[in-house]
């Protein structure tokens, strides 16, 4: 699906920008950096097929050199879409901008193709009613003793009305989950919103979160970096490493600083060492550092 691709594009310009790993033009854009990048892009590495995005952005040109100019030529302003949607002020964009988007960071595989699968595995939202039967799913699936008391209760005698049954397991799934201390990761994105009045274009960490701020606000020993409201919502450092369990593979990722260990509800790199890449959390980890204390 389209939105799955959306997803996997915004995603990798997301850790790019977090490993310092794109143009400066492309960590903090406006649309007149957004035009140097297409030509710059052009020059480097112009491909056939990327001439679909070139066309549908800048209109059918017969070569590299045509396209260059018709980027040159191209109106600011009609890349103020795709700023407004990597600076967080947007929740979504036209297909064109993420094409767009996707050739700048050379993402791959590209352009979006129809009937292909695209794997969004812990980036994709899931709705209530979905995270619950996921919640059920999980519990079913991983404890036997469990689905033993599940199936116990969906078999006590007395009627109930249509629906309550599900409603009772789903109840139960709660309370186990909650009692086994893997509730935290149903919890991550119950977070307060956060509201941008479009005065913070940056952001900095704050122990275990990050929170806006004006980029020219300046913090002692604090680094500010551009917006990112994706991570500056998802990503939150767990505070309460105990409350961890195996069903938090896939919600947890991890990383090793100064001797000691640290997690994470979102993947990407250190909100403090860039450079160190965070890893999803494995039953081994879980066991050495989490279950052991």
């Not at 800048?58 to 050199?65: I, Q």
């Amino acid at each position: 699906m389209y939105i799955d691709y959306q997803s996997l594009v915004l995603k990798d310009y997301q850790e790019k920008k977090a490993g310092n790993a794109l143009s400066p033009r492309l960590e903090s854009p406006s649309p007149a950096k957004i035009k140097e990048e297409c030509i710059a892009v052009c020059e480097e590495r112009y491909r056939a097929k990327d001439e679909q995005v070139l066309r549908t952005f800048f209109g059918k040109k017969d070569d590299l050199a045509g396209y260059i100019q018709a980027i040159k030529k191209h109106d600011n302003d009609k890349f103020k879409p795709l700023v407004n949607y990597l600076r967080g002020m947007v929740a979504n964009t036209d297909r064109k901008n993420i094409e767009l988007l996707a050739w700048l960071i050379n993402f791959e595989p590209r352009p979006f193709q129809q009937g292909k699968k695209y794997d969004t595995a812990g980036t994709a939202p899931v709705d209530e009613e979905e995270r619950e039967r996921e919640v059920v799913t999980e519990i079913m699936k991983g404890n036997r003793e469990n689905v033993g008391v599940m199936r116990m209760f969906q078999h006590a005698p007395g009627k109930q009305k249509p629906g309550s049954k599900n409603r009772a397991i789903i109840i139960l799934a709660f309370l186990i989950m909650f009692i086994s201390g893997g509730f935290y990761w149903l919890l991550k994105d119950k977070a307060p919103k956060i509201v941008l009045t479009g005065k913070e274009s940056c952001m900095y960490w704050a122990e275990d979160h990050y929170e806006p701020v004006s980029c020219n606000q300046k913090f002692k020993d604090t680094l500010i970096v551009a917006l990112d409201s994706v991570r500056l919502r998802q990503f939150k450092k767990i505070t309460q490493p105990d409350t961890i369990t195996a069903r938090a593979k896939g919600h947890v990722w991890y990383v090793k600083v100064d001797n000691g260990i640290e997690f994470y509800t979102s993947d990407g790199y250190h909100p403090i060492y860039h450079q160190k890449r965070l890893r999803p959390v494995t039953d081994y980890i879980i066991y050495k550092y989490v279950r052991s204390n």
